[in-house]
């Protein structure tokens, strides 16, 4: 049971750090099609959740895949952290 409850941290951080990086390209995407500010889209990979308002100007089209990138990667977090959280505890008992 330790084991399983690793893979699925593991795959949960996987996954979290593949919607970072979506959430990322979807930002910067959705900025340069905006235009405007250069530093804000070289920021995109490090800040880009703290730039959906600047994003929502765009409109509902270039908003949806960053907020839905967004909510994977609470998910994945979620989950990665719940599955640590119980790998931790399982193997402690199993000793």
Known sequence: MPSLSTILAVLGFAGALASWIAGAVFCARALMAQGGNRAL???SPVAWPFALG??????EAAVMPVNKALVAF???????????????????FAK
Not at 54 to 59: E, F, K, S, Y
Not at 75 to 89: D, F, V
């Open 41 to 43: 889209l070289l920021l």
């Open 54 to 59: 600047r994003i929502r100007r765009g409109g």
């Open 74 to 92: 609470i998910a994945c977090m979620l989950l990665g952290t719940a599955a640590y959280a119980a790998s931790a505890n399982l193997s402690r």
